[in-house]
């Protein structure tokens, strides 16, 4: 198995993270990609580099989509066969789940989302953020998917080259995967995590004007031609 963890600008709890992957599953292989960090974030990822991780990094901040591609890429060279765990690595994600959704997509083969309660000291905007986008989706698709913005996800080997094609450079891309695997027909299994936020989510790196943006126009359009498919298809004569 192979942990994919996107980071920018990390903190101590990436290491934190990793030495707690390492010691609940030895045998995982953790690839971090640095989309960008300054200077001051050195010192964690060479940190990450000695625990044995495979650092990959952006000279310039390119966006999420981008950087989880560069771990697809990646893990498909250098780890041809072997299925893809993508965490947050800021504390939002325990091992304990990681590992739960891990052995899910190695059972079932097919993507596999860790989707949270979102019950309990939940942050207003991540509650109301999530309500709006899981009813759209539903809307839009059809398909019952609990946490839309779940960075929990774990990826069967046979759908790398899949996600490669998936347009998308920043946090929209998250939900054209699931867009497009809705539409494709392709499964979506959902596993139930803890719903965890480290100081009101203030690591995340996530811009609620412009990332909320990204997100819901990627719905919009789907629902919007949806709609038209539909509607032409209403309106064609009987014979």
């Known amino acids: 198995m192979i942990v994919l963890a996107p980071v920018y600008e990390p903190g101590s709890r990436l290491s934190e993270f990793v030495a707690a992957l390492r010691d609940a599953a030895p045998g995982v292989h953790v690839v971090v990609v640095d989309d960008g960090s300054g200077p001051a974030s050195a010192r964690v990822l060479d940190a990450a580099g000695e625990f044995g991780c495979t ?30 765990v993508c965490a947050d690595a800021d504390g939002q994600h325990g091992v304990a789940d990681v590992l739960r959704v891990a052995k899910r997509v190695e059972e079932a083969g097919v993507m596999v989302l860790g989707v949270r309660r979102f019950d309990g000291e939940v942050p207003v905007r991540s509650r109301a ?20 913005q779940t960075g929990l996800r774990a990826y069967p080997h046979g759908l790398l080259d899949w996600l490669l094609t998936v347009p998308g450079e920043r946090y ?68």
């Not at 699931?178 to 995340?204: F, H, K, M």
């Not at 709609?227 to 004569?237: F, V």
């Open 55 to 84: 650092v990959l990094r952006h000279a310039t901040n390119r966006g999420k989509g981008v950087a989880l591609k560069t771990g697809f890429r990646h893990v498909t060279r250098a780890y041809p066969g072997h299925d893809v």
């Open 129 to 148: 953020g999530n309500d709006l986008t899981r009813l759209l989706f539903r809307v839009a698709t059809g398909c019952p998917v609990r946490d839309t």
């Open 172 to 239: 929209e891309y998250e939900m054209n995967v699931l867009l497009y695997a809705a539409r494709a027909g392709r499964p979506i299994e959902q596993a139930t995590i803890a719903t965890t936020y480290v100081g009101d989510n203030a690591s995340s790196h996530f811009g609620s004007l412009t990332d909320s943006v990204r997100i819901y126009l990627p719905l919009l359009r789907f629902s919007a031609s949806a709609l038209l498919a539909a509607t032409g298809i209403s309106r064609r004569p009987r014979r």
